[in-house]
Each structure stands twice: as structure tokens, then as C-alpha cells.
């Protein structure tokens, strides 16, 4: 997570687009953001997704690939962000889209977040997740 006076910016590095209901896209949480600016690449580097609505999620679909499924992968995000109190944050990072539960497995250096975990009232994690994956 990024913070700078109120304002935070929380992000996932997995979800599980497989319409459970849990974690099924990826959304940026920002806490008091009047800007906001989203673009996501492919290891191809090829844009894959852009806003400049927070509210608006990636379902990881890759136009490159597929227009109507998700695909799996490691993909690249860059979220610039501007709060309330003209402070701005810029950060990057990465997200894995694993929609198939028959292999939801993935391999980072870090632990999975997951976007369920986050609580809006506080910068940072609060919550264990509903979701599950195996690391290796």
C-alpha cells in the first residue's frame, strides 16, 4: 500500500476472475483520491486495461488474447493518484489472474493479497481472505 497524509492507495497482487463472487476482479482501494489513474500491460508490454474511474475494475481480460475471458498471468499495473489534500502518489506493481480453480496456483516472492482483505477505514491489510490459492 502507498500512504500519504489521508490519503491511501491499497492493491491486490492476485484475484480469481472464476465468478465466485470472491475476488473476481481487480480494483485499486484509494481512501480520499480526487484523481485517479489506472493503466495495466501484458508481459508484451501491450496495454490491456485503462481508467480514470477508481470505482472501475479489471475482469483480466487481455484484448491481445482473448476479448471475452480472462487470462491467466503476471501482468504489470502503474496507478497514479491525487488526494483531497493535493498530495499525489505514483506507484507500480504486479497483479496474477488465475480464473481456472483446477490450477490456482501462482509463484511470487511475496504472499497473495487479495482485495477482500482490505478494509477501507484503515490503510492497510485488516482481513484474512475468503479466497484461496496454493504458492509454490
Known amino acids: 500500500h502507498l500512504s500519504v497524509d489521508s490519503l491511501c492507495v491499497q492493491a491486490p497482487n492476485i484475484f480469481t476472475p472464476n465468478y465466485d463472487g470472491m475476488n473476481d476482479a481487480f480494483w485499486i482501494a484509494c481512501r480520499n483520491a480526487t484523481a485517479f489513474t ?9 496495454v490491456v486495461f485503462s481508467t480514470m474511474d477508481q470505482h472501475q ?46 490450477t490456482p496456483c501462482f509463484s511470487s516472492s ?12 484503515i490503510c492497510g491489510i485488516a482481513y484474512a481472505s475468503n479466497d484461496t490459492v496454493c504458492v509454490w
Request: proline share 10%; net charge negative.
Open 38 to 46: 489506472l493503466t495495466i500491460r501484458n508481459a508484451a508490454d501491450s
Open 57 to 102: 475494475a479489471w475482469k483480466g481480460i487481455d484484448p491481445t488474447v482473448n476479448d471475452s475471458l480472462p487470462t491467466p498471468g503476471r501482468y504489470h499495473y502503474t496507478v497514479h493518484v491525487t488526494g483531497t489534500s493535493g498530495a499525489q502518489l505514483s506507484g507500480n506493481g504486479e497483479v496474477y489472474v488465475v480464473p481456472d480453480l483446477a
Open 110 to 121: 511475496v504472499p497473495p493479497v487479495f482485495g477482500d482483505e482490505f478494509d477501507p477505514r
